[in-house]
């Protein structure tokens, strides 16, 4: 036995040699496994996987995060399927579990990201690697320069309207940032009327990039209807908990610096 541990949702995970044949269904952590130096290990991958450019391209794609192909997955004959809590349906990763060790993972704030990353890194063989670029990660986050704070509501989704509650990774993120929730009272990602959010008076609106690709157009109808300065920002910087969070500090501060000077000319 080579390693003997438990996923973040304490089931058991045994692994007889290190993985050479790895599906990842979660986007963020398909890039995390080439930022540890993996690449021919990494067999199968979502279509949403966009990151690294071209693994797409020739790798085979075992569907989305919420429809992974039960086929597909057992044709690749992985070791290893990397899957997420919230990324991933239960379902089908508890029939993916029947025939291939399957690790699950449990993101909600910075330092759960840190410790996946880690925890990921003993799994494929690149501890040290990836305690580096924690360790990387964690002092960026640590830097982020105190700033007045910004009382703001992010979007993920229009028609209905849908935000983030406290409970998420992207909340832990703003927080971080300075800028606070103003839905911090609410939980996962809740449907939100306009009316309602003029009632919690934030000082700015942020349309993300995804899941729901915001536009310009979409922030300019937003603001009129509102009357509350509105930014587009890129969801993958509030969303993405692999090791694209080294790109986050220095986004979130260059961003704060902006909104402090929409929100107060």
Not at 35 to 57: I, N, Q, S, Y
Not at 189 to 203: G, H, L, N, S, W
Not at 212 to 221: I, L, M, S, V
């Amino acid at each position: 036995m080579w390693l003997d541990t438990h996923d973040a949702l304490g089931r058991p995970v045994t692994l007889d040699a290190p993985p050479r044949r790895i599906v990842s269904l979660v986007p963020s952590q398909t890039e995390l496994l080439a930022a540890l130096g993996l690449d021919a290990e990494v067999v199968g991958l979502t279509r949403f996987c966009v990151h690294p450019e071209g693994w797409k391209a020739r790798k085979a794609i075992v569907g989305g995060t919420k429809n992974v192909s039960l086929d597909r997955v057992a044709a690749l004959q992985p070791d290893l399927v990397i899957a997420n809590r919230e990324e991933n349906e239960r379902e089908p990763v508890e029939a993916i579990a029947a025939i291939a060790p399957v690790y699950v993972t449990d993101v909600a704030t910075v330092d759960d990201a840190l410790g996946m990353i880690r925890a990921v890194g003993r799994l494929v063989g690149r501890a040290e690697r990836a305690a580096a670029l924690a360790d990387e990660i964690g002092a960026g986050f640590d830097a982020l320069a105190a700033a007045e704070p910004l009382r703001a509501a992010y979007f993920i989704w229009r028609d209905p309207w849908m935000t983030v509650g406290s409970d998420t990774f992207i909340s832990d993120v703003m927080q971080r940032a300075g800028l606070l929730n103003a839905f911090g009272d609410r939980t996962r990602y809740p449907e939100v009327t306009i009316e309602a959010v003029a009632d919690r008076q934030p000082d700015v609106l942020l349309l993300s990039s995804e899941p729901y690709p915001f536009k310009a157009e979409h922030a300019t109808a937003l603001e009129e209807s509102t009357s509350v300065p509105t930014v587009l920002v890129d969801g993958e910087v509030f969303s993405w908990y692999g090791s694209r969070m080294r790109l986050a500090p220095p986004y979130l501060q260059a961003l704060h610096t902006r909104l402090q000077a929409i929100a107060h000319p």
